[in-house]
Nanobody, 116 residues
């Protein structure tokens, strides 16, 4: 069975940093890509960052230059480093893994809170 373990998050002051990690295991197939969505109060769920098997990255415009996604293929783990955090970054961050043939699996989510 596929397992997803998401860690990180917390509460910080504006301008601070947080790091998220997402580890996945248990699949017979390889991973197409991994990343995070977030659910911000009053807004629809939106993609934040993604990284493909070959290392190509994509970010939503609001986090470009502040967030960095990376991966460790040997550990099947993705990392999201979030710097210069703003109050509007507050929300629940949900990691995902896109497996070949199987499809998407999701973590349980972690809360990120940024205060002024």
């Amino acid at each position: 069975q596929v397992q997803m373990v998401e860690s990180g998050g917390g509460s910080v002051q504006a301008g601070g940093s947080l790091g998220l990690s997402c580890a996945t295991s248990g699949s017979r197939t390889s991973i197409n890509g991994m990343g995070w969505y977030r659910q911000v109060s009053g807004k629809q769920r939106e993609p934040v960052a993604s990284i493909t098997r070959d290392g190509a990255t994509n970010y939503t415009d609001s986090v470009k230059g502040r967030f960095t996604i990376s991966k460790d293929n040997a550990k099947n783990t993705a990392y999201l480093q979030m710097n210069s955090l703003k109050p509007e970054d507050t929300g629940v961050y949900l990691c995902y893994a896109d497996y070949v043939y199987i499809g998407y699996y999701w973590g349980r989510g972690t809360q990120v809170t940024v205060s002024s």
